[in-house]
T-cell receptor
């Protein structure tokens, strides 16, 4: 019940295309869903986050879509660029829990 | 601001040795965390702290210890290093449970 399942494990997208990464959770107590971006040799950095009171959040080329009934959320990267090549982690946490559960990550490669 | 600083960046230990991974943050964050990252496995929480003097176990605490005597520092101690502890260790801090700021990691090999 504490897992966050992320797919795909790896993704190759042409420059200018749309990258889509999906996550699913089971614990209905989760109320905060961030996405982190990690470049090689660096720590993860918060990219964008959503709470379940909205179905979509957009920041620049990055959009989170959230489906509360299906317990799924996804990251969409529009007009993907080679500089977006990184590992992306979805995560979830609950309002009474100081811990955060991470997905296993998606390695994204954008072809120039 | 330096943010979250981890030292050392790389270390090789022999089985049975001990060491302390250092983590310091200059953002006056109450929350601090230690994670380990293994290939294809995401990040696993080892220990966390919600303030000076308060620590709690995460998902994978066995073989590790922590202390939090100041707001700035949150060292992670490995006693009797084992090959299973070969990993990349990340320290993070946050002003609340959200918006974690990560350091650049310590890459540890146990041989």
């Amino acid at each position: 019940q504490q897992q966050v399942k992320q797919s795909p494990q790896s993704l190759i997208v042409q420059k200018g295309g749309i990258s889509i990464i999906n996550c699913a959770y089971e614990n209905t107590a989760f109320d905060y869903f961030p996405w982190y971006q990690q470049f090689p040799g660096k720590g993860p950095a918060l990219l964008i986050a959503i709470r379940p009171d909205v179905s979509e959040k957009k920041e620049g080329r990055f959009t989170i879509s959230f489906n509360k009934s299906a317990k799924q959320f996804s990251l969409h990267i529009m007009d993907s660029q080679p500089g977006d090549s990184a590992t992306y982690f979805c995560a979830a946490s609950g309002n009474r829990d100081d811990k955060i559960i991470f997905g296993k990550g998606t390695r994204l490669h954008i072809l120039p | 601001n330096a943010g979250v600083t981890q030292t050392p960046k790389f270390r090789i230990l022999k089985i049975g040795q001990s060491m302390t991974l250092q983590c310091t943050q200059d953002m006056n964050h109450n929350y601090m965390y230690w994670y380990r990252q293994d290939p294809g496995m995401g990040l696993k929480l080892i220990y966390y702290s919600v303030g000076a003097g308060i620590t709690d176990k995460g998902e994978v605490p066995n073989g590790y210890n922590v202390s939090r005597s100041t707001t700035e520092d949150f060292p992670l101690r490995l006693e009797l290093a084992a090959p299973s502890q070969t990993s990349v260790y990340f320290c993070a801090s946050s002003p609340s449970r959200d918006r974690k700021h990560f350091g650049d990691g310590t890459r540890l090999s146990i041989l």
